[in-house]
């Protein structure tokens, strides 16, 4: 399998080609119904063992049409769920970004970074206040009316458009979506003076050297990229950010639209936005 680096978000680390959509449609309405199904597909047909975390093979997935290649399908449920899809030693994983568990359940390593490993490094830090909460609509059908969702707390509240069709979809992107928001409150670049290949994404990182306002973030490895470089040396750049999961973040029901207060000015702008998705 021809295999490539991931880009930023988490993109999965080996190319995979599409499967047919009606694989998808014709399977069992029960095998349809969870998240193992897909993983399972795609990773059979790459001759890689799947692995889905127990907390998304739990989880129902209302509707599954795929248009697109196989990675840019689990590129969309991993953005939906807040997952990532990997390819680790055989195996195809689909897990909750910051899990940081293997495939045997046990923790992954953490990788302790010091400040006399590097030569470059980067840190920004952005308003953590930034957003509060993230609000998300569903509509209910038998009801006639719209639904509203919220993740994190009422004040500076971002608004994801367009219609979820259930509660269970719309509380889920909220919750991914402000996790999502939380992670990118702190992001830490490092190229490292000695190259580490046993570094990979989502394991958990501790710096050691570095000011406080550093240190004091519990960090994950969104991505690590490892290269040769001209003279054969052997090179290691990482980008960290802070380690929030989607369930540190669980959404509530916000009431229905028509009932808020029409002053409120998240409100208004999620009336005024046209249909579809972030």
């Known amino acids: 399998m021809r295999h490539q680096r991931a880009a930023r978000h988490r993109e ?35 001759d890689l063992t799947p692995h889905v975390s127990d907390a998304l093979a739990r989880e129902p997935v209302s509707q599954l049409d795929q248009t697109e290649s196989d990675m840019a399908l689990l590129k969309r449920l991993g953005k939906h769920w807040d997952a990532v899809a990997t390819v ?25 970074l010091q400040r006399a490993s590097g030569d470059r490094h980067h840190f920004q830090e952005i308003d953590r206040s930034a957003y509060t909460g993230v609000r998300a609509r569903w509509y209910d059908m038998d009801g006639a009316r719209g639904h ?14 367009g219609d979820y069709p259930t509660e269970a979809d719309a509380k889920r992107a909220a919750e991914a979506e402000l996790a999502r928001v939380k992670r990118g409150a702190a992001t830490f670049t490092l190229d490292l ?51 929030v999961a989607v369930a540190d973040h669980a959404a509530v029901d916000d009431g229905d639209d028509n009932t808020m207060d029409s002053s409120d000015d998240s409100l208004a702008s999620l009336l005024r936005t046209p249909q579809g998705r972030d």
């Not at 990229?225 to 380690?243: A, F, M």
Request: with cysteine; glycine share 10%.
């Open 12 to 46: 999965i680390d080996c190319v995979i080609h599409a499967i047919s959509i009606g694989e998808i449609r014709d399977a069992p309405e029960q095998a349809q119904a969870n998240h193992s199904y897909p993983v399972d597909l795609i990773a059979g047909e790459h």
């Open 88 to 112: 680790k030693k055989g195996y195809l994983l689909f897990a909750p970004i910051g899990h940081g568990k293997t495939t045997s359940g046990t923790d992954l390593p953490t990788v302790t």
């Open 148 to 161: 509203l969702a919220l993740a994190g707390t009422n004040g500076h509240v971002k608004i994801l458009r």
């Open 193 to 243: 003076a000695i190259g580490r290949p046993d570094i990979f994404p989502e394991m958990p990182a501790k710096l050691m050297g570095w000011p406080d306002a550093i240190t004091a973030y519990e960090w994950i490895v969104a991505k690590a990229t490892h290269k040769l470089d001209g003279s054969g040396g052997y090179l290691t750049s990482l980008e960290l950010e802070n380690r």
